[in-house]
């Protein structure tokens, strides 16, 4: 997959795609829905499949100090996005220049001139332009007046519930990682790289790869049942393993990250880049009376996710 992030500036082999537009935010199933029209859209026409997203993502452009509320983050994305098959993913810098263009001018120099795309699918409630004045029925004016194809995508739901970024956020904040599951369609993952801690994991006979989480969406604070992809490194490969998510009220106030142990594991992981998958909720943080009750409940914790493992 090729990711191209200035649509000023598009080589002739990045043109021309069918491409969904969004956000993308957890790559759910409803996004997977308006890629999956693009991708027959694309087999028709004999044209490469695209994504065109934006980063950072527009609600943190506009509101940089509000709470955190991403699933996933650029890199988190762009790894879910090639793993569907897209061939072309336009990660638009979302700067002033593009906040300011209205709906036709976003058509007509970004998708046509800048894109030059073929065909564009986007759910039906896609707003875009300044002031997010464009709609749906906007853009397939739009196409019409300019030469691409546009198709609209019914919203999925799941259960009479519409499948959404809010509905994901809302099961991951209650501890729900199986329920945000069904509706991604997918593992919550956490992607990024191994930073070095305090290291009192490794004393305690557990040693940890320690994430942050800036910038995301915090899942409910505790320990949880994981799988864990080592993407780059001499460990690449697949572990399964048990992580806590958040303060460690243990050892005083910390910043909220994500450490996870993995089973049958030896070696050194820092710098390296990880995806762990969110599987079930065990319990939430606690602070013990001992390191030693807090070592007994980390055995009970790893045995607890093995099984769970087991079983999946």
């Known amino acids: 997959m090729r990711i191209i992030r ?18 993308f935010d957890g790559v759910h199933r409803g996004h997977q829905y308006v890629i999956d029209i693009a991708r ?20 943190q452009y506009f509101a940089p100090k509000a709470p955190p509320f991403r699933l996933m983050n650029a890199e988190a994305r ?10 072309k993913l336009y990660e638009l810098s979302f700067n002033d220049t593009l906040s300011t263009l209205s709906p036709d001018e976003f058509a007509g120099r970004v998708i046509v001139d800048g894109l030059g795309l073929r065909h564009v699918v986007v759910g039906e409630d896609f707003h875009f332009g300044k ?24 919203l999925m739901h799941d259960t009479g519930e519409e499948i959404s970024s809010t509905a994901i956020r809302q099961a991951l904040t209650e501890g729900r990682p ?18 070095r801690g305090d290291q009192r994991g490794r004393d305690l006979g557990f040693p940890t790869a320690n994430m942050s989480i800036s910038g995301l969406h915090p899942p409910k604070f505790g320990v949880y049942v994981v799988k864990v992809d080592v993407l780059t ?24 990250n994500l450490e996870s142990f993995l089973f049958d594991f030896k070696g050194d992981l820092y710098g390296e880049h990880l995806s762990v998958a969110l599987i079930d909720y065990l319990r939430p ?14 055995n009970a914790d790893c045995e607890q996710a093995r099984g769970v493992l087991a079983a999946l």
């Open 131 to 154: 002031g997010r004045a464009g709609n749906p029925e906007t853009l397939q004016a739009l196409g019409e007046e300019l030469g691409f194809g546009v198709t609209v995508a019914p």
């Open 40 to 59: 027959t859209e694309a087999e028709r026409l004999g044209a490469p499949l695209g994504v065109m997203t934006f980063e950072p993502h527009p609600r």
């Open 233 to 256: 490194g001499p460990h690449a490969g697949a572990y399964g393993g048990a992580a806590s998510m958040g303060v460690r009220p243990m050892f005083g106030e910390n910043l909220p």
């Open 285 to 298: 943080e606690a602070k013990f009376e001992s390191l030693d009750a807090l070592i007994t409940q980390m």
């Open 78 to 87: 762009a790894h879910r996005l090639d793993w569907l098959g897209v061939d």
């Open 178 to 195: 199986r329920d945000a599951a069904r509706m991604l369609g997918h593992w919550h993952r956490i992607d990024g790289k191994v930073i």
């Open 6 to 23: 200035d649509w000023q500036f598009v080589e002739d082999q990045d043109r021309g795609a069918s491409a969904a537009i969004g956000n």
